[in-house]
C-alpha cells in the first residue's frame, strides 16, 4: 500500500517475523523463517534498526524510510506469486530506492510477478525495470521493454537530449502535451503495436523464468489457534510497550475517580431513609458504573481507527481471519479493563464510603 500501515509497537524484525508466520505454508521450519527474515532485513538495508520500534506520531522509532522499506519486506517475505506495489520508493533517499527496487527486482525474476507504479524514478532505478507502460489520458503511450523506450519517443520526433533521465524526459512530454498534440505526434501506440510488443516480451520471460530462484510459495492459512497465538502476543506487547497509552488510561480513570468522589463525598454513609441522602448515594452507583463502562468502551473507540489500515491490510492478504483478532484483543484487553476499574472503585469506595465489601462491590460494578 502506499500508506505504511504498521503496528507502532513492533520492530522491523517482528513485523517480518510476524507476517512470515502466519502467511508461510504450515510446518515451514522456525531456522527457515528466521533464515528468511534476516535475508529479508539484508536486503532492504534494515538490520541496523532491526531491533528499534517502528514508532508513529506519538512514539519515536524508525526512519519514514525505513518504515516504508518495512512495509515493503512485510509482503516480499512469502515470495508470493504476484506482488501489486503503489508507489514502493515515495519517500525513500536515492539510494534506499535503488535497494528497495533492486530487492523487488530479485524477487521477479525468481519467479514472481511484479506490478508496481513510480513515479520520477532515477535513471539507475528506471534501468532495473523489464517493462514499462507509460499511461496518459487513460491511453497507452509506451508498452514495451525499458531498453527501447528512447528510441520509441526518438522515432517520434522527442529525442532524448544526451545526459538527461529517460524516465524523466518521457514523463515531461507526456504532461506537456495536450490529448489532441499526443494524438496528433502519434506517440499514442496502437493496440496491434502493444500486443506486438507483448508477444516478444512473453517468448522471453518464457526461456528466463525461473533460473536458479527461490520458488515462490503460495501462502497457507495458519490454524486458527496459531493465528491467536500470535495475535494475542503481538497485543500484549503492544499494552506493555505503550507505556504512554497505559499511564494515561490509569491516570485519566484515577483523576475522574478523584473527582466523583469529591461529588459524592461520604454519600455512601447517610441516613438513606432521607430523599436527599438516597438520591446522593443512587446517584454515585449510577455516575460510578457508567464511568466504568466508558472508561472499558473509550481505549477500544480510540485505538481501532489508528489500527483499522493494519487490519484491513492483513486481512486483505489473508495473514489472519476476523475472529482471532477480536478474539484476541478481547483477551488482552479484559485484564486491562479490570485493573483499570479497580483503581477507579478503589478511589470511589473510600472517599463515597460505601458500605458494601469492596471487594464485591469491584467485582459486582465490573462484570455490570
Aim: glycine fraction near 8%; hydrophobic fraction near 40%; aromatic fraction near 10%.
Amino acid at each position: 500500500m502506499q500508506d505504511d500501515a504498521l503496528p507502532a509497537t513492533d520492530t522491523p524484525r517482528e513485523a517480518l517475523s510476524f507476517s512470515a508466520n502466519l502467511r508461510l505454508p504450515n510446518g515451514t521450519p522456525k531456522q527457515e523463517i528466521d533464515a528468511r527474515v534476516n535475508s529479508m532485513l539484508d536486503e532492504l538495508g534494515l538490520q541496523k534498526c532491526a531491533d528499534v520500534l517502528i514508532g508513529n506520531e506519538l512514539i519515536k522509532g524508525i526512519s519514514g524510510g525505513e518504515r516504508k522499506r518495512t512495509s515493503v519486506g512485510v509482503e516480499l517475505i512469502t515470495h508470493p506469486s504476484i506482488v501489486f506495489l503503489d508507489e514502493p520508493t515515495s519517500g525513500l533517499d536515492s539510494f534506499a530506492a535503488y535497494n528497495c527496487i533492486q530487492t523487488i527486482s530479485d524477487i521477479a525474476h525468481s519467479g514472481s510477478g511484479v506490478l508496481c507504479t513510480v513515479h520520477q524514478p532515477s535513471s539507475e532505478i528506471f534501468d532495473l525495470f523489464d517493462w514499462v507502460i507509460l499511461l496518459s489520458h487513460g491511453r497507452i503511450v509506451y508498452s514495451g521493454p525499458v531498453s527501447k523506450c528512447g528510441e520509441y519517443f526518438a522515432s517520434k520526433g522527442y529525442p532524448c537530449p544526451v545526459n538527461y533521465n529517460v524516465a524523466d524526459h518521457i514523463m515531461f512530454i507526456v504532461q506537456k502535451l495536450s490529448l489532441e498534440e499526443a494524438d496528433k505526434a502519434g506517440l499514442y501506440m496502437s493496440k496491434t503495436e502493444v500486443l506486438a510488443e507483448q508477444k516478444q516480451h512473453q517468448e522471453k520471460v518464457r526461456r528466463n523464468s525461473f533460473k536458479g530462484g527461490e520458488k515462490s510459495l503460495a501462502p497457507a492459512g495458519a490454524s486458527f489457534f496459531k493465528q491467536l497465538a500470535l495475535l494475542s502476543s503481538r497485543e500484549f506487547r503492544s499494552i506493555r510497550r505503550n507505556k504512554i497509552a497505559l499511564v494515561a488510561r490509569f491516570g485519566i480513570t484515577a483523576f475522574i475517580s478523584l473527582l466523583f468522589g469529591l461529588i459524592f463525598y461520604g454519600a455512601g454513609n447517610e441516613d438513606d431513609t432521607i430523599p436527599k441522602n438516597l438520591s446522593a448515594h443512587f446517584g454515585a452507583l449510577s455516575f460510578g458504573a457508567i464511568s466504568a463502562m466508558f472508561g472499558a468502551a473509550q481505549p477500544a473507540l480510540l485505538n481501532f481507527p489508528a489500527e483499522r489500515p493494519i487490519f484491513l491490510r492483513e486481512y486483505s492478504v489473508g495473514t489472519y481471519d476476523v475472529l482471532p483478532y477480536f478474539l484476541s484483543k478481547t483477551v488482552m484487553e479484559l485484564p486491562v479493563t479490570f485493573a483499570n476499574n479497580c483503581v477507579q472503585w478503589v478511589i470511589v469506595y473510600f472517599m463515597v464510603q460505601l458500605q458494601v465489601r469492596l471487594l464485591v462491590c469491584q467485582l459486582c460494578l465490573n462484570f455490570t
